[in-house]
């Protein structure tokens, strides 16, 4: 079947280090690759996508590589702030349809 | 600013009572989703719907059922409230996967 695996959490960095947030998956052909991030009190939203091997995506200072060789899809950040601080969800949907499967979350927690 | 409403932001219920949670989306989208959120276990798809009257299940639908009567509207229904029902409730919507998801605030439930 499908599935995604995270690290786990927490992650506790101090502001301006380097992050990364390990996603790896299984899937049955070729999936679209997403993260999603939720701050305290919120739903989830949109963070940054990929759909289809070596396509990196990025959206406010993160960045994600499409990895087939590695089945892997690792969230980056070369400096993080206070403000990043939530949860991150890496995603992927199978093809052929709508649904997303989601991995469980890795917390992120960035102190002054 | 386009969003999904869900009616309530927590919920305290009494075991085996018949328990409503509503979403409403203002997007025209055709797909709603009810997911489960849950320490450790992440996101898991309850329902979802792709068009009016239309539903099927996700990986957990035991003791939950879903009503969308209108496109806007997708309704969770909890039949018979138990406590391992005790959790955070994340509606969503879209039109395809790779515009993305737009994710409710969520409704905590707990059934006392």
């Known amino acids: 079947g499908n599935s995604v695996t995270q690290m786990e959490g927490p992650v506790t960095l101090s502001e301006e280090a380097f992050l990364t947030i390990n996603c790896t998956y299984t899937?049955?052909?070729?999936?679209?690759l997403f993260w999603y991030v939720q701050y305290p009190g919120e739903g989830l939203q949109l963070l940054l996508k990929?759909?289809?091997?070596?396509d990196k995506g990025s959206n406010k200072g993160f960045e994600a590589t499409y990895r087939k060789e590695t089945t892997s899809f690792h969230l980056e950040k070369g400096s993080v702030q206070v403000s990043d601080s939530a949860v991150y969800f890496c995603a992927l949907n199978p093809g052929g349809g709508n649904k997303l499967t989601f991995g469980t979350g890795t917390q992120l927690k960035v102190e002054l | 600013d386009v969003k999904v409403t869900q009616s309530s932001r927590y919920l305290v219920k009494r075991t085996g009572e018949k328990v409503f949670l509503e979403c409403v989306q203002d997007m025209d989208h055709e797909n709603m989703f009810w997911y489960r959120q849950d320490p450790g276990l992440g996101l898991r798809l309850i329902y979802f719907?792709?068009?009016?009257?239309?539903?099927e299940k996700g990986d957990i639908p035991e003791g939950y059922s879903v009503s969308r009567e209108k496109k806007e509207r997708f309704s969770l229904i909890l039949e018979s409230a138990s406590t391992n029902q005790t959790s955070m409730y994340l509606c969503?919507?879209?039109?395809?996967?790779?515009?993305?998801?737009?994710f409710g605030s969520g409704t905590r439930l707990t059934v006392v």
């Open positions: 719907s792709y068009d009016v009257k239309m539903k």
């Open positions: 899937a049955t052909g070729y999936p679209s």
């Open positions: 990929a759909t289809k091997a070596d």
């Open positions: 969503a919507s879209s039109w395809t996967v790779d515009y993305g998801y737009t």
